[in-house]
Every structure is written in C-alpha cells, then in structure tokens.
T-cell receptor, first 114, second 112 residues
C-alpha cells in the first residue's frame, strides 16, 4: 500500500518546454488534487478532481492542464513551462468525507524552469 | 473566499521549550481544521484534525491544538519540543467543500 506516488521526483526544464507530472493513488479515494508549494505561500491549489471524469480549477490554474485518467491517476501538464512555474508540486487524494475528510499527500516533484 | 493566517513565519526554540503556533481563519461557517507537518525533504503528513466535539484535539508526537470558535483560531501546542520537531508546520481549513485552504506555513527550528 504505497498511498500516493508521484513521478518524477525532480525535473529541470527550459522555458517553453512541456512536461506531464504523474500522480497515482492506491487508497481508492474519489477526490484528487494538485498543489504547488512556494516559500512563504503555503500550498496553493492548482486543480482538483472530485471524482473520476470531473476536474475543476483551483486558486492558480493558469498555465496548467489536468487529466483524471481513471480513479487512480491524476496528471498535471505544463504545455509551455515558464520560470514562474518553478516550484514543488504535490498531489493529494481525499476520502469521501465525514470523519475520513483528510487529504493524503504524495512525496512531491521539484520542478525548476530555466 | 476563506483565508488562513499563520502569524509566525519562523520560530527558533531550544529543546524542552514549549511551543505555540498561531492559526486564524476567516470563514464564518462550519469548518474542518487541520495541522500538517513537513519534515525536511519530506511530504506533508497529518498531525491532527478537528471536525467536531471536544475543541482540544490531540495528535501524534505529543502535539495538540485548541479550536476557539469565537476567535476563529486553531493554535498548535506542544509542551516540550525536541530537535526532531524541526520542520515546517501548516494550518489548513476545509469548509466541508472539496477545497483545502492552507496558511503560509511556520518554519520551526529546534536547537539541541
């Protein structure tokens, strides 16, 4: 039971390049999230998916796209990377609510855009 | 939109000192409250959470937090910190919707 896994762990891109960050969870949770973490700003929500087949914008969606491939997988794509997207990206999943309303985080992807 | 404020950005303590990290939120309705910890180089882990009931919540590693509804606060406490508590701590609020709002984080350094 790995929980939430993310690949890659580290990535360096040049401005204008594209890439996809992968996230998978084996917790059978419906909701999945992508955050970026920047110093002094906490975590900010980029996109989320409340269930398979649905996605919604979060606080900072510009420059990103997402795909909820199935219940387990939720990918984040940067079509044309910019230096402002240098950050640490975390994926999370969440159970159905009530007392299980807790988000569980992956190990993160550290992305540098030159 | 809800917001979460953590007043202390950096805290330096000596081992065995007591810790209190402040957290205030701006949403007026029913909320779920969380404290997460991120040890150096690691991902976020849940320390404790409050949904309802006793406003004094106990979490892992000797941490506790008190929900004071009238003050919109959820402060994190530990009576005696250890060097291994060096980490960044995040307060987060969920208004029972799908989105979690995080505070800016507090970096704690504990000197041995």
């Amino acid at each position: 039971n790995a929980g939430v896994t993310q690949t890659p762990k580290f990535q360096v891109l040049k401005t204008g390049q594209s890439m996809t960050l992968q996230c998978a969870q084996d917790m059978n949770h419906n909701s999945m999230y992508w955050y970026r973490q920047d110093p002094g700003m906490g975590l900010r929500l980029i996109y989320y998916s409340a269930s398979e087949g649905t996605t919604d914008k979060g606080e900072v969606p510009n420059g990103y796209n997402v795909s909820r491939l199935n219940k387990r997988e939720f990918s984040l794509r940067l079509e044309s990377a910019a230096p402002s997207q240098t950050s640490v990206y975390f994926c999370a999943c969440r159970g159905r609510g009530g007392s299980t309303d807790t988000q569980y985080f992956g190990p993160g992807t550290r992305l540098t855009v030159l | 939109a809800q917001s979460v404020s953590q007043h202390n950005h950096h805290v330096i303590l000596s081992e065995a000192a007591s810790l209190e990290l402040g957290c205030n939120y701006s949403y007026g309705g029913t909320v779920n409250l969380f404290w997460y910890v991120q040890y150096p180089g690691q991902h976020l882990q849940l320390l404790l959470k409050y949904f309802s009931g006793d406003p004094l919540v106990k979490g892992i590693k000797g941490f506790e937090a008190e929900f004071i509804k009238s003050k919109f606060s959820f402060n994190l406490r530990k009576p005696s910190v250890q060097w291994s508590d060096t980490a960044e701590y995040f307060c987060a609020v969920n208004n029972a919707g799908n989105m979690l709002t995080f505070g800016g984080g507090t970096r704690l350094m504990v000197k041995p």
